[in-house]
């Protein structure tokens, strides 16, 4: 839209657009250099509270794909960036007095003082008006008078708050204070320092922003700012005292603040980011927590995805819409690597008796960005020592390493998680179940399970549901255990038995999940009489009588599983399915001694995990898979999930499965990338079982890194095997790996290296802007 105008409520029409930006920080000035660049005849005002040279904070740290973005958007700022940067390649993490450091990683830092000077230099040399100590006029009011009105106001938006029934933001406080201080040196990589104090851990987050100065954060968990008596302190003694507590890390130099305060962050997400012709940019729509240093990453990188939309969009309204839908997605995995980075470091106590090299390692792939195979590129003398230090034969990636439990010896970490195929007939699996839990133990995973396996025909989920609960499902099911073991040496197979509960009675999946049949339904049973959804069949509740029925098919079931020849047991009580049913407050309402507290909810399921173990052969595993959170509010917490696994471990449980969610309809889940790990990693943690998790966990490399930082001990991967049944002989393959930790079968040794492929063009850069040549 170079050289294009409007009037107030228009687009395109004969006169010049007029955009006012609340907030001088650097994604207000940015957006405005950027807008005033594109078209020199617009008029843009940008309003700041603060005087030129008021800051908050010290340095500031973008990404090499950021400053692209502006070298290709306005080499003017670019050059002037690069001439003040300051660049390392280093990860320092100092802990117990031990420093690792890991090379590499590329960052580059300046002052946000002089990142402000450089932006209104070159809004100045535009023609932006910059008001500064001037309070913007009301969003509504600069409404009416401008085309556009971005609110670049911050973490604490005004303009956010005013329209708040328009924007819904949300905003989540986390367990966390601290602190922006800075030092006059540099440090000379970016530091991580853990001091273990009589109060508890603290941490200091530094890195150079200039030759002689270098940024300084100090965090603690709000119990351990609280017992320490930070509250107690004003600002100069709050500097002082950090200063003494890391010392060593300073070198004994002192701190100085800038209006520093002890606060805690907040994460902000907004279901909109415009509102007629007013937007959202930077912190007033997203944050992002500073242990990933994106906050001003994402609000230049916002600045610039605006600027490229109202270039291309026809109107101003189809403008903002796609600003919006090019960047929330973008924001969302920051946002989602950022949650994982501040929750590691709120749960800081976890890890704290890790070995030195895991923990630095753990430490260094927290946020799940940075991965075993990306380190191992950056710096693999440093990976090299972690998988010395785990026990990684050499030449042996994590995943390709053996684990135990009890009698059985994985050959791998790999696990074909259990996945309901709905292909029996009458609880009999067929031939379609032979192949496919063939093709997945051929494929090399350690370990592969079977569906949800039931215990009677009412405990179905779908007519097409396998079962073993008849001597006839039983020899079908010894057919596929005995090819199994045959012909795939090596690998284990896995029964996982359980019983629908109130979420029975259902279609076939592709015909409507978790949708009532039309007919031929039978009869539900629940701990509660609760429908699944509005529409469903009410179970009836469970009698003591009854109690024991079930109890006994679970162990008839796992008597036939033994016979049958699998290799271990899994007790399924996740997903809302009957023993998830009486584990979760939300299902559970009961008022006798199998409803209420959490040591009677959990009553029956240990009756029949104790009733199923006494008839499973001693020597194989029993696991159990739980649901660690109903992803909705009153239902089973993550505190509570660590004491549902110490209770199974208790009673002889050798791993747990950790899932979460499917317990009720109106759930609210927070997909991601691994997104259910961090509640595998606290149960493995805090109650010492050995965990497999799962969930969205797709590639080897997350699989090598996360069992090689110690956050779970097998990995579960299902849709992985649905699109590649040999997932683990080819991630054999692709790694270069041909050890005892993955065997191909004779006939298909001749693919086992990686087929070559052609050659493809990496993409052009996104944000490129045709720019007029302004000479400025």
Known sequence: MAGAVTVPGGWGAPEALRVAVIGGGPGGLYAAALLKRLDPAREITVWERNAPDDTFGFGVVLSDETLGGIEHADPVVYAALQEEFVRWDDIDIVHRGVRHSSGGHGFAALGRRRLLE???????????????????????????????????????????????????PHVVTHRCRYIWLAADFAFDAFRFEIAETEHGAMQLHGYPYA?????????????VWQAAGFEELDEQESVERCAKIFAD?????????????????RTVV?????????????????????????????????????????EEQPSLEQALVAYEQERRPVVASTQRAARASLEWFENLNLYLD???????????????????????????????????????????????????LRGLTLRNRVVVSPMDMYSAVDGVPGDFHLVHLGARALGGAGLVMTEMVCVSAEGRITPGCAGLYTGRQAEAWKRITGFVHAQAPGAAIGVQLGHSGRKGS??????????????????????SPIPYKQHSQTPRELGRAQLTDIREQFTAAAWRAARCGFDLLELHCAHGYLLSGFLSPLTNRRTDAYGGSLGRRLRFPLEVFDSVRSVWPQERPMTVRISATDWAEGGTTADEAVEIAR??????????????????????????????????????????????????????????SLILAGRADLCALARPHLYDPHWTLHAAAEQGYTGPGVSWPAPYRAGNRRPQTGRTDAPKPRLTLGLPALGT
């Not at 809004?123 to 009301?138: H, I, K, N, T």
């Not at 890390?249 to 962050?265: E, V």
């Not at 007629?276 to 994106?294: C, E, P, Q, R, W």
């Not at 259902?506 to 701990?527: Q, R, S, Y």
Request: proline content about 5%.
């Open 354 to 404: 890790q070995p030195a090299r895991q923990f630095a390692f753990n430490l260094l792939t927290r946020s799940r960005r940075v991965t075993h195979d990306n380190l191992r590129l950056r710096d693999a003398h440093f990976t090299a020592g972690v998988e010395r230090e785990f026990g990684c034969p050499p030449g042996t990636p994590p995943m390709f390493t053996p684990f135990r």
């Open 249 to 265: 890390a300073l070198g004994g130099r002192t701190l100085r603040s800038n209006k520093s305060a002890w606060i805690n962050f």
């Open 211 to 223: 030759a002689d100065s270098s940024t300084v954060i100090i965090e603690m968990r709000e119990e």
């Open 118 to 168: 450089i932006l209104h230099d070159r809004c100045r040399a535009l023609g932006v008006e910059l008001r500064f100590r001037a309070e913007a006029p009301a969003a509504s009011e600069l409404m009416s008078s401008y085309d556009l009105v971005v609110a670049a106001d911050g973490v604490n938006s005004l303009t956010r708050g005013a329209d708040a029934h328009v924007f819904r």
């Open 647 to 704: 209770a199974f471990a208790a009673h002889g449980a050798d791993a747990v499965d950790v899932s979460t969610g499917q317990v009720v309809a109106d759930e609210q889940p927070e997909y991601g990338r691994s997104y259910q790990t961090p509640y595998a990693d606290r149960i493995r943690r805090e109650t010492g079982i050995p965990v497999i998790a799962v969930g969205a966990i797709s590639s080897w490399d997350d699989v090598n």
């Open 506 to 527: 259902t279609k076939l999946m592709w015909e409507g999940m978790d949708e009532p049949l039309e007919e031929g339904n039978w009869p539900l049973v629940a701990a």
């Open 270 to 310: 907004n279901e909109r980011w415009s509102s007629g012709n007013l937007v959202l940019l930077g912190d007033a729509a997203h944050t992002a927590h500073f242990s990933i240093g994106s906050g001003t990453k994402l609000a230049v990188e916002d600045a610039l995805a605006l600027a490229a939309c109202l």
